[in-house]
């Protein structure tokens, strides 16, 4: 099981350039979020989906963008980084229901740098 | 808004002996769910244990234990027999069924350090 796949793992970014970190679950999860981690804070909730076509704003979504076109696959697009968005980024999945055990399954994460 | 407190930045402990790292939340919900998860070095996000507000019984995986204390929103985590491999930032989260999303609140964090 490829479990949460998120691409690319470390990524450099000049300030004012824009990229797209992907994310995909193979898992059929109708739940996809994006956190960030900064250091002594702990993760943050940056957008969130319950489902393909249903996105929303959590804590910390300005200068980001989200779609979700798929089950499988939530993007998040940063529009001009700021090195304030230097950060570590996890996307997460989940369902709900019998034999969730309300899991959230996290990606490997992915190291963003703006200079 | 609901808030998680971890307010132990950084804990040590010898090797085999054991340590417990405090968490409480803040909630006006009565039905919700409180998660440790386990960060080492290679960032990947594990979960310890987790623990429904309706149960009474305090949940127990292997090492792992937690004292929930509901009336007092408190839900620490207590390792024993400390393994070196149980170094790590330990992250306490908790999440209310009632939100849209299963969206996770996330405490601070703490480090772990073991000494051998």
């Given at each position: 099981?490829?479990?949460?796949?998120?691409?690319?793992?470390?990524?450099?970014?000049?300030?004012?350039?824009?990229?797209?970190?992907?994310?995909?679950q193979?898992?059929n999860h109708?739940?996809?979020s994006?956190?960030?981690q900064?250091?002594?804070?702990?993760?943050?909730?940056?957008?969130?989906?319950?489902?393909?076509?249903?996105?929303?704003?959590?804590?910390?979504?300005?200068?980001?963008?989200?779609?979700?076109?798929?089950?499988?696959?939530?993007?998040?697009?940063?529009?001009?980084?700021?090195?304030?968005?230097?950060?570590?980024?996890?996307?997460?999945s989940?369902?709900?229901g019998?034999?969730?055990?309300?899991?959230i399954?996290?990606?490997?994460?992915?190291?963003?740098?703006?200079? | 808004?609901q808030?998680?407190?971890?307010?132990?930045?950084?804990?040590?402990?010898?090797?085999?002996?054991?340590v417990?790292?405090?968490?409480?939340?803040?909630?006006?919900?009565?039905?919700?769910?409180?998660?440790?998860?386990?960060?080492?070095?290679?960032?990947?996000?594990?979960?310890v244990?987790?623990?429904?507000?309706?149960?009474?019984?305090?949940?127990?995986?292997?090492?792992?234990?937690?004292?929930?204390?509901?009336?007092?929103?408190?839900?620490?985590?207590?390792i024993?027999?400390?393994?070196?491999?149980?170094?790590?930032?330990?992250?306490?989260?908790?999440?209310?069924?009632?939100?849209?999303?299963?969206?996770?609140?996330?405490?601070?964090?703490?480090?772990?350090?073991?000494?051998?």
């Amino acid at each position: 099981n490829a479990g949460v796949t998120q691409t690319p793992k470390f990524q450099v970014l000049k300030t004012g350039q824009s990229m797209t970190l992907q994310c995909a679950q193979d898992m059929n999860h109708e739940y996809m979020s994006w956190y960030r981690q900064d250091p002594g804070m702990g993760l943050r909730l940056i957008h969130y989906s319950v489902g393909a076509g249903i996105t929303d704003q959590g804590e910390v979504p300005n200068g980001y963008n989200v779609s979700r076109s798929t089950t499988e696959d939530f993007p998040l697009r940063l529009l001009s980084a700021a090195p304030s968005q230097t950060s570590v980024y996890f996307c997460a999945s989940s369902y709900t229901g019998e034999g969730s055990g309300n899991t959230i399954y996290f990606g490997e994460g992915s190291w963003l740098t703006v200079v | 808004a609901q808030t998680v407190t971890q307010s132990q930045p950084e804990m040590s402990v010898q090797e085999a002996e054991t340590v417990t790292l405090s968490c409480t939340y803040d909630t006006s919900e009565s039905d919700y769910y409180l998660f440790w998860y386990k960060q080492p070095p290679s960032r990947q996000m594990i979960l310890v244990i987790r623990q429904e507000a309706y149960k009474q019984q305090n949940a127990t995986e292997n090492r792992f234990s937690v004292n929930f204390q509901k009336a007092a929103k408190s839900f620490s985590l207590k390792i024993s027999d400390s393994q070196l491999g149980d170094a790590a930032m330990y992250f306490c989260a908790y999440r209310a069924p009632s939100e849209y999303g299963n969206k996770l609140v996330f405490g601070a964090g703490t480090i772990l350090r073991v000494k051998s």
